[in-house]
DNA sequence: TTGATGTTTGCGAACGTTCCCAGGGCGTGT
DNA sequence: ACACGCCCTGGGAACGTTCGCAAACATCAA
């Protein structure tokens, strides 16, 4: 059986009590018994039971995250990047993913709400009423959805958007063409249509379609139809579809036709050519959504999170503009 | 609060035993108290408290699965499908990882080895002792690795490499490169050499790298050296490093030279040219292992393993040749 | 009718920890 | 010398659940 507080007690001589302020108020006890707590803790190779500490009302050290698909490759950096920042502030992540089905989401937050000690949802399939409901009986971070009242991180592509368009312009592209692959409402297009617009570019929007590489297939034999020179896509994976189909039409990227894709995937940096795109940086979308669910738990439970500065219950993280090769001057004609 | 088995008791007119049972050991109770019981949770919104029930002594129901690289694109698949898997054993899986790392791997152990019933390591990096003192302190399963007396799930390329083998022996290739990139002592090469050898195909081995992009990138300029036409890499990205260069150099996938990489991640199926590659699917492989861990925890617990039958400790999974656009007839001369 | 057997239920201890409360020791100001 | 306060420590209840034990009741054979 594993080694529990009353044996390092008693081998420290002191009462359980003792031992366990030795770990959760080292201030609280003498310092020469606290040393001596200590030892006899290292020689028996004593560590806390997290579930007697959570069943006596402590919390579970756990966060939770539940995103749309694990294997997407946009979410794994994230989730190592959480994890990172989550362990550094002593706490764990629990990963599930929801398929985007919201049957699945609430499966995974059944599974996973009793084990932890708040939720970052994201992209959530939920009501609005549901996670107001939610977010009352436990600590709620929101990500790429918006609900009044919920902590919410939210990512704004706009400044790399606005990159892309002034590098296409100062490349002389004219005619740009945006495919739509968002399954939301929140389509990504809005925003590119008025940076473009503020430009003096064109921007016709293709779908909306699945986010797919066949998309990008597809929707690259249309390219050529909307007289565009630039392709501006919903993501990395379906720029690279296009970046596939491209040269199956026997046409050269960036020679004919500039793509841009958004993410920054591994995708993006190992394609040939390799992929201009928009970055959301992983480690900060990670830092930031994990820093405002402990604040988040910290503010109702009264229990402070340790040295975080307070911040907005709403976060909005940046983009920029990766430009690699899949982007040139436009055709001289 | 949450709601807890004394208020579903009171509700439902029994006692908290009577509760527990119903939950736990259905054929324990009579069907209409059970009945009552159940309606009086569900209007309370009743589930059992895990952190009561694992200090209780009954498990916690997690798995622990720790990887080298989460955001290595060949393990989220298998985090999703050991997820999926788990969630219908009843289980949850909480997942880290060890960067390749011992110190990482060691800290990422601690901080998860109190919350789950058992472990997955994954290419640990720990040595034999450590892997045997970890072992009888917890249920263990080993992947892609060997130590005598642990449960292990391994992976075998040689069917994949076979076919791999036939494939472009097929086409007339006569002379192959092999790009070794692993930084453990288990090479892919060994395996690799005999089935060319099997069919009279020289093979040059390059390296051993790094497992990343640029080493393919570097060793593809290596290959004309070797005047060979056929390229095998140690996995998809190092493969894809060896597209980019080929492009670069001029020179045509599968034309003028055939690429295989390892792994069938998402990187193969979206390159251009889409990648031939070895698969190993990681759906089998996380039915495996995790079925392998649930097994070993019940064997060990007494307590058995919902209807899984039983399996060897030793656990063997194949791989299968996807043949992509990156391989083709050997140029004629 | 009696004893044996089986089924259904309740009681209460135990899991490992935290934290409130109280007590003892000691220094300081009067 | 006394009262007061502070620092350090120990005792013990509580968290929500499971499970061994035994009581209550029903069934059935002799």
Redesign the pocket.
Known sequence: ??V???EVASAA??????V??A???PD???PT?RQRILDAAAKLG?S??PA??S????GTGTLGLIVPDIANPFFPPIIKAMQARARHLGYTVLVADSDEREADELAAIAAVSKRVDGLILWASTLTEDRLHELAGRMPLVVVNRHVPGIPEVRISLSAGIAQAAEQLKAYGHRRCVFINASRAELSRGKSIQESFEALDLSLSELGPYEPRFETGVHAATLVAAHDATAVIAHNDLVALGVLHQMANLGMSVPRDVSVIGIDDTLLASVSTPSLTTIRIDPEEIATRAGDLLIETIASTTGRTGQGLEVTSPFVEIGSRLIPRASTGPAPAH
Chains 1, 2 share one sequence.
């Not at 001589?13 to 003792?18: A, H, I, K, R, Y």
Request: proline fraction near 3%.
């Open positions: 059986m594993a529990t507080i009353r001589g002191v009462s359980v009590s003792t366990s302020r770990f959760t108020a609280q006890v003498q018994t004593y806390p039971n007697a500490r069943l006596r009302g402590g």
